[in-house]
T-cell receptor
Framework: DAGVIQSPRHEVTEMGQEVTLRCKPI?????LFWYRQTMMRGLELLIY????????DSGMPEDRFSAKMPNASFSTLKIQPSEPRDSAVYFC???????????????FGAGTRLSVL | SQQGEEDPQALSIQEGENATMNCSYK?????LQWYRQNSGRGLVHLIL?????REKHSGRLRVTLDTSKKSSSLLITASRAADTASYFC??????????????FGTGTRLQVTL
């Protein structure tokens, strides 16, 4: 398996532009997570999906951020309009969630480094 | 807010020495995991310890968990230069009813020099 695949790896854009980050989870995994990592705030969970349904989006910073998962093999995180403070590394992770309170190991992609000028 | 706080924030040791990192958390948990992040890469799962376990080993890794103190430690024995990375603890909160949502700590940056 190729693991979690994110694209692009690097994105440089100007303030006000729309940015779309993409993620392909590991085949067979049923949970998908979007994180943002910065030096100041560490690793923050933005949103996660289970069986393509958004379960918790309480970490999405504001309405400029939106995420979709149209099918089990693809998800997008969109920022519109982008601002310099959105500059960060965005990670996608996937896991296979089983029933009951069993911990799920998350598998991370390599991340997208976003720079908003 | 961060559920886990790692200590120390940064650690520099020589190859062959042991490295110990600590994690404290705030709420009751089901399980605690440790992840490693190499520079410019995503996080990689290292080891998981359940709330009813006190110690677990995996190769050169030893993890302890003290639920009464809400703390965990990660010991890397006989460190190597390749162990240079950031290490994060992650917890799933008991009360949320779902094991999917992990909260990551602030991380310990480990530097192993030759």
């Amino acid at each position: 398996d190729a693991g979690v695949i994110q694209s692009p790896r690097h994105e440089v854009t100007e303030m006000g532009q729309e940015v779309t980050l993409r993620c392909k989870p590991i085949s067979g995994h049923n949970s998908l997570f979007w994180y943002r990592q910065t030096m100041m705030r560490g690793l923050e969970l933005l949103i996660y999906f289970n069986n393509n349904v958004p379960i918790d989006d309480s970490g999405m910073p504001e309405d400029r951020f939106s995420a979709k998962m149209p099918n089990a093999s693809f998800s997008t995180l969109k920022i519109q309009p982008s601002e310099p403070r959105d500059s960060a590394v965005y990670f996608c992770a996937s896991s296979l969630e089983t029933s009951g309170r069993v911990a799920n190991i998350q598998y991370f992609g390599a991340g997208t480094r976003l720079s908003v000028l | 807010s961060q559920q886990g706080e790692e200590d120390p924030q940064a650690l520099s040791i020589q190859e062959g020495e042991n490295a110990t990192m600590n994690c404290s958390y705030k709420t009751s948990i089901n399980n605690l995991q440790w992840y490693r992040q190499n520079s410019g890469r995503g996080l990689v799962h290292l080891i998981l310890i359940r709330s009813n376990e006190r110690e677990k080993h995996s190769g050169r890794l030893r993890v302890t968990l003290d639920t009464s103190k809400k703390s965990s430690s990660l010991l890397i024995t006989a460190s190597r230069a390749a162990d240079t990375a950031s290490y994060f603890c992650a917890t799933d909160e008991f009360d949320t009813g779902t094991a999917s949502k992990l909260t990551f700590g602030t991380g310990t940056r480990l530097q192993v020099t030759l």
